[in-house]
Nanobody, 124 residues
């Protein structure tokens, strides 16, 4: 059984930085593509960032490019999302996801495992 647990979400002010982490238990983390998605209140879940197995490929949504950085530590079965210059529009529940195939996909349907999410709230 593969489980994902996110952490790091909290209330911050506009302009602040925040790092989210996701620890994966079970399976073979080093072979997974990993992604971060977010779901603002009343909206659909949207892609934020993804990283392929081995960290070779990274993808970002246009809205976070240059502000967010995704990274992985295969020795710790962990993927991080470093967020900077946060705005109220970044407020959402952030979800970590793992993809068995490993390319670092951008669509929700391509992911096999999901965490429960962590709340990020950015005040103006």
């Amino acid at each position: 059984q593969v489980t994902l647990e996110e952490s790091g979400g909290r209330l911050v002010k506009a302009g602040d930085s925040l790092r989210l982490s996701c620890v994966v238990s079970g399976g073979r983390f080093e072979t997974y593509g990993m992604g971060w998605f977010r779901q603002p209140p009343g909206k659909e879940r949207e892609f934020v960032a993804a990283i392929s197995w081995g960290g070779i490929t990274k993808r970002y949504a246009d809205s976070v490019k240059s502000r967010f950085t995704i990274s992985r530590d295969d020795s710790q079965n962990t993927v991080h999302l470093q967020m900077s210059s946060l705005t109220p529009e970044d407020s959402a529940i952030y979800y970590c996801a793992a993809d068995n195939v490993g390319p670092g996909a951008t669509r929700v349907v391509e992911y096999d495992y999901w965490g429960q999410g962590t709340q990020v709230t950015v005040s103006s």
